[in-house]
């Protein structure tokens, strides 16, 4: 008997279950023509500013901009620190970068890859000017402490919740656990568009009006331009698409956190592999099911044995911040941030979906014992 592969996100299964509506909401778009910065866009970023429990959201064209715009926004920019954990994915650093000022990686947490609260006072300067906790896989950072540190300091915190679309933590959403948060609508997020697209949300109105200007140009009135800034809007294609998504969002993270259930249920009994458990208090978008190879099993073994039995895995991420490229002139040995140097070298993805079924679950856990 073949069996067809389990693949780790499947596009396609979830707009069969929206088809209709994103067809119909996209055939409203064409017919007012009004493809940027239409009215769908409004109506979206008041949907996801009620969603996510704060009073503005901005949309913008990424993830990646909207990180890199808040710290604008923040005038964080030549000559300012802003801290960000080393294991992440390359924009969070990179927004920084962008904006003039420099990343200060700092290590994460051995027993959840989240950046480790207790390493950051050590890493603050006189130029430290912001702080940005990533929600990774979809795990709240551990906030109170990163808030308490930089209330004490004076430092911004911009939570990047490109991960964590309805992730709680201690009842509250991510996105309004910071003075901004930035949300990414890529494709294969909890809640993604048609293509690139991305939010900040914040309760910070004055933030607010000023990414209005960054991300249209440096303009509020057509033809005056107040200062130098990219074109980065959320297309209204797009945000009609996730006005129709966003309903389901629940639902679906509900789906997979079933699903991480029954792979923790699994997982919990076995030495080969290191499980994270939940956090007292959060509740995880589980954006990506991330698991350790240990005991000496070698991680491409473990993956390529998954593939010989039809199941994809990934590697989220294969490098840490400062083993990349783009950061080897920092010249940090793995010494010097050694968790998140071994979750680079430990770490892989189970396929993790709403849209996953109990048969391709049991495919996935078959595939262990193969
Ligand atoms: C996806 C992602 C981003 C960037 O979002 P884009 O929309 O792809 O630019 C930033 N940070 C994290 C943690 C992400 O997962």
Known sequence: MSQSRVPLVDLAAQYATIREEAEAAIAEVHRSSGYILGRAVEEFEQAFAAYCGVKECVGVGSGSDALHLVLRAYDIGPGDEVIVPAMTFVATAFAVNLAGA??????????????????????????????????????????????????????????????????????????????????????????????DGGAVVTNDSTAAARLRTLRNCGSKRKYFHDEVSSNSRLDTIHAAVLSVKLKYLDRWNEQRRQHAEVYDRFFRERIDVGMVEETAGCVSSQHLYVLRSIACRDRQQVIDQLKRSGVDAGIHYPFAIHQLDAYRHLNLPDEALPQASRWAAECFSLPMYPELTAQQLQQVLAAFDS
Do not use: W
């Open 102 to 195: 420099t990343p200060v990686l700092v290590d994460v947490r051995a027993e959840d890859a989240l950046l480790d609260p207790s390493r950051i006072e050590a890493a603050i300067t006189s130029q430290t000017r912001a702080i940005i906790p990533v929600h990774l896989y979809g795990r709240p950072a551990n906030m109170q402490a990163i808030n308490d540190i930089a209330a004490q300091h004076g430092l911004v915190v911009i939570e990047d919740a490109a991960q964590a679309h309805g992730a709680t933590y201690h009842g509250r959403r991510c996105g309004s656990l910071g003075h901004a948060a930035a949300f990414s609508f890529y494709p294969s997020k909890n809640l993604g568009a048609f293509g």
